[in-house]
């Protein structure tokens, strides 16, 4: 059976390459900056404390449940205690993928990064993942584990396997809870996490823990990362230091949503094999 990897890299063609941050950036940029400020994300309500999402899947929809905190979302830095709409995104493309074929989501594991809410994590595990692991601060473990316990598809309740679970994960750090990555990974996301260029080496290096980890098969791990267009200065110390250890293709989406949030899949390069 095809890696993940093995069927993206197929479709690479169709997407762009990327080689350099500062000619990205003005690419992206340029369009950005044209587009009327009224065309920007506004897919969710971030002032209420439950949501039900529905995300398009072929000609039938996926319905969560998603719990969000607005009273504790900027304390101390804190951004993932509310929906942002780019996880709406991701997980409608995510979607698409695997209604059209294109993608094989069925079994795999997935790790995600600065999980927040969980609305991307919990899409890949109602899309059909073996495995998928939400991850974030400690602070925000009571929110997750909420929305996974009413997410949760019920034939997964009762199997002795906890196939969807949080964990804390601290970037830059090894994660000291060792479920994290006891199984080899298939695909690690990362939603809207990019939002100051401190944060930046620290995100870059458990990108490069999880993806170093790999498969035992040798395929590499496949790193799927959506962001909403903001500090033009933000995304290219971004995408500078992870081109420097990862292979970046940009994946266009369409043409409402290229001009204001952009998706790139990654793979380590071959030779990276020391930390960052």
């Known amino acids: 059976m095809a890696s993940l990897y093995d069927s993206i890299e197929k479709s690479v063609g169709k997407y762009v390459k990327v080689e350099d941050a500062e000619e990205e950036v003005c690419e992206l940029y340029a369009v ?7 065309d920007r994300l506004n897919l969710v309500d971030a002032s209420k404390t439950e949501l039900e999402i529905e995300i398009q899947y072929g000609q039938r929809h996926i319905p969560l449940t998603i719990r969000q905190n607005p009273n504790i979302n900027g ?3 804190q951004t993932g205690a509310v929906l942002w709409s780019s996880s709406v995104v991701m997980s409608e493309f995510f979607a698409s993928k695997k209604a059209s074929g294109d993608w094989p989501i069925d ?3 997935a790790l995600e990064l600065g999980s927040g809410c969980g609305l991307v994590g919990l899409t890949l595990h109602r899309l059909g ?3 998928v ?6 602070r925000m473990m009571r929110l997750l584990s909420k929305n996974i ?7 997964a309740k009762h199997r002795q396997r906890q196939d969807v679970f949080a964990a804390e994960y601290i970037w830059g ?3 000291e809870d060792q479920r994290v990555l006891s199984e080899p990974v298939d695909l690690v996301v990362v939603s809207d996490c990019v939002y100051h260029e401190s944060v930046v080496p620290l995100l870059v290096r458990s990108l490069v823990d999880v993806c170093r980890a790999g498969r035992e098969d040798g395929a590499p791990v496949v790193a ?3 962001q909403e267009l903001r500090s033009d200065l933000v995304h290219q110390v971004f995408l500078a230091q992870l081109l420097q250890h990862f292979t970046v293709h940009r994946v266009p989406i369409s043409d409402g949503i290229d001009g204001v949030y952009v998706l790139y899949v990654a793979w380590l390069h071959r030779v990276t094999s020391e930390r960052v």
Do not use: F
């Not at 950005?32 to 009224?38: A, C, G, L, R, V």
């Not at 692991?133 to 400690?138: G, K």
């Not at 316990?149 to 034939?155: A, E």
């Open 129 to 131: 993942a073996s495995r």
């Open 224 to 226: 799927v990362i959506g």
């Open 75 to 77: 304390e101390l830095g």
């Open 149 to 155: 316990d009413m997410n949760r598809l019920p034939s």
């Open 107 to 109: 079994g795999i594991n």
């Open 32 to 38: 950005y900056y044209s587009s009327d400020t009224s």
């Open 173 to 175: 750090d090894a994660p």
């Open 133 to 138: 692991v939400l991850t974030d601060q400690s």
